[in-house]
């Protein structure tokens, strides 16, 4: 007999929150999620992603285009700004919290950005199986969960093994660009791209500068408002041996 399934390999990086949403969520669910809300096959939990189930970019966006990829795209303000100001590339938010899927749905419905699809799923597996090889020319990761509590730390989406992952789904050539406002996790992260042979420093000195294409999110202000430092990186993906 084949050993039954077990419900996940390693921890996630964040928890499920569904909530009660709003009348205008539900109805965004309800009547946007067919424009921009991708079916994903499941595997064994809700938010999972079967291993055999691939995008197809091309049939998702009736196009072929540059594809960049938000992870934890939260509420959406980052990626409608961009996907409304650059419709020349297609853009996709990967996020668990249903909430900020509707929020995000209203807002691109609201901005006319088309170029916009969204999917309910664990991020590390639409990176490692669904997204083609190579598929995103960029992969974003802005203010992730920190879980800065020390016995929380080894679900930080950023930790060693990520890179492999992540790299994966990007281009040769393409970025890997991250922000956080907690200084420890910036730390981590630098230390574990740094020895990542799949990926080079695309920056000069300690940080990055501020990424110009991405809008100050609620997540940004408040962080500024406590007084911590707010770090970029970005990586390159190194060609493939």
Do not use: C
Not at 42 to 71: C, K, M, N, Q, W
Not at 77 to 101: K, Q
Not at 221 to 229: L, V
């Amino acid at each position: 007999m084949p050993e039954p399934r077990t419900f996940r390999d390693e921890p996630v990086s964040f928890v499920r929150r569904s909530g009660r949403m709003s009348d205008a969520q539900e109805r965004a669910f309800a009547e946007l999620a067919p424009r921009y809300l991708l079916t994903v096959p499941r595997d064994v939990a809700f938010t999972s992603v079967h291993p055999d189930a691939r995008l197809d970019p091309a049939s998702a966006y009736g196009r072929t285009a540059p594809l960049i990829v938000e992870i934890g795209s939260g509420q959406g303000h980052a990626i409608v700004s961009a996907a409304s100001s650059r419709p020349d590339h297609d853009f996709l938010a990967v996020e668990v919290f249903r909430a900020g899927l509707a929020r995000t749905m209203l807002d691109a419905d609201k901005a006319g950005a088309r170029n916009l699809r969204l999917i309910e799923a664990n991020a590390p597996e639409v990176l490692s199986t669904f997204l083609p090889e190579g598929a995103a020319s960029e992969v974003w990761i802005f203010f992730p969960d920190p879980w800065h509590k020390k016995r929380h730390t080894k679900r930080r989406l950023v930790r060693a093994g990520f890179p492999a992952t992540a790299a994966r789904a990007i281009a040769p050539d393409g970025l890997l660009r991250l922000a956080t406002d907690w200084e420890d996790y910036a730390l981590q992260m630098r230390e574990v791209l740094d020895e990542a042979p799949e990926f080079e420093r695309a920056f000069e000195g300690e940080w990055a500068e501020r990424f110009d294409g991405r809008v100050m999110t609620a997540f940004e202000r408040k962080g500024i408002a406590k007084g911590r430092d707010i770090r970029d990186l970005v990586y390159r993906r190194i060609q493939p041996a």
